[in-house]
Structures are given as C-alpha cells and as structure tokens.
C-alpha cells in the first residue's frame, strides 16, 4: 500500500467496516471452500483493513495475524474480534516488509488490497516468505481485463473512484506473480464477483468516498462507453443508475519445501 493509501484509509474506516462488498460475499465462501488448513492453523491477513477476511477464520485457526499500514484498520479489527469474544494479533505495517518472521503461518491471504501495493511483486514475496513450507498463499483482488483497451478504461474508472488505486491485474499477471515467488498455483479463478446482483455506482463511489465530482465523471465515461465495453465489464445500466458486480480474480499458490 502507498503512503498515499494508508493517509487515506485510515480516514475511511468506518465505510470498510460497514461496506457490503468488503464484509461478505460468494469468494470469501469460496475460498474457505478450496483450503485445507491444519488443526490449529495460524493465519496472516495482510493489509486486513477492518479484518473482515480475517474474522472470517474464526473455526479454523487459533492464531489470527492482521497486517495494515492504518492505525484506525487495525483498532477497529480489535475491536470487532472482542465482539466476537475472538483474541487477534495486529501488526502495523506495509505488505512489502513485514516484521514477522519466516515460514509462520499456514495461510497468508489478502483481500481487496493488492491493488493498492506500491509494489506488488515485493508483497507477493513478502507473503510467501511468512508462509511455512506445504503453506498456502492467496489473493482475491479487483481484475483486470486482458483486452488492454477495457483494461484501460476500467483503470480510468478506478483511478477516479479512488485516487490512491495503483492497477487491478489480470489473472494472467496473478499466474506470473505467483510463480516469481516461488508458490505453486492450485486454483486461478477468473470474472468472479463480490456483487454478483450489483453494487449501484453511488454505493461504490460513497464507500471510497470518491466525492461528486468524481461520480459525475465516471457517469459520463460510462455514457460515452461502447455496450461492448459495458458487457465486457459485466456493468448494467438499471434506468439512470449503473451497477457494478466488483468482478476479482482469486488465486492460491502453495509453497514448496525449501523455498522462501
């Protein structure tokens, strides 16, 4: 996450923790549906944010690590494990150096953050560094389009919707991230969606509170956009009103013995 992200989500966090996009949706399920954790598994949620992924674990591991760079993410996680009578521990700090030692967890995962990553590839590192041998690593993260001109434009979108967005990548980049890191990828799933009956572009712009003026240009970028464009995207136009199905891309890799 940049500096830039951090300043600014730690002045939103109130809007994470009651976003419906970030506290629930069908790829959190999924991925619980694909790993295959160890009793007593220890589990690292890097850039938790108000740790919705993180609580998530909450029958399956008995040590929950959130990481973030933004003070109030953190609190507020703590804050909603107590309610859940659940003990976590929180780490201040960027996905690109972690202080916390190596081969620690059995699952390191982020959600709705990577995007953010200065560096992404470093995180990538970083987050299999933390995971023990046979350990998993995985991401569901906004996607990006492998047709460089929807790419582009999805990118524009994002950028006025959040300022501090750096790039949603492709699967095909998720793949190579993966492998640079030295995990083995089990699943790479594709054109999911957090919203699969759609977030209305005024409930995303107000979650990241984007302000007016940026709502008001992605609605003429969406008026002017091609239909091939829109459907490519999987975005709806409902009367006056647009809707987004937050499409993300999911992926888990698994570290071999002797790396890291």
Known sequence: MTKAARARFDKLTVNFETSEVHSD?????????????????????????????????????????????????????RRLASK??????TVDAYAESIPLPSESFDAVVARIAPHHFANVEAAASEMARLAKPK????????EGHEDPEIDEFNHSIEVLRDP??????????????????????E??????????SGVSLQRWCEIASSGSVAESQIRSLLADASPEIL??????????EYYFPVRTVLIVGRKELGTG
């Open 25 to 77: 949706s069908p790829t959190i399920q999924r991925l619980h549906s694909l790993l295959e954790l160890p009793p007593q598994a220890a589990v690292c949620d890097v850039a938790c944010g108000p740790g919705h992924l993180a609580l998530s674990f909450a029958e399956r591991a008995t040590r929950i690590v959130g990481v973030d760079p933004a003070p109030n993410m953190l609190e507020t996680f």
């Open 84 to 89: 859940r009578g659940m003990t976590v521990e």
């Open 135 to 142: 350990g998993v690593v995985a991401v569901i993260d906004f």
């Open 164 to 185: 501090t967005h750096v790039r949603s990548y492709t699967s095909t980049r998720w793949r190579e991230i993966f492998q640079d890191a030295g995990l083995v990828v």
């Open 187 to 196: 699943a790479l799933e594709s054109k999911l969606c957090e919203r699969p």
């Open 231 to 240: 459907d490519a995207l999987d975005i709806r136009q409902s009367e006056s």
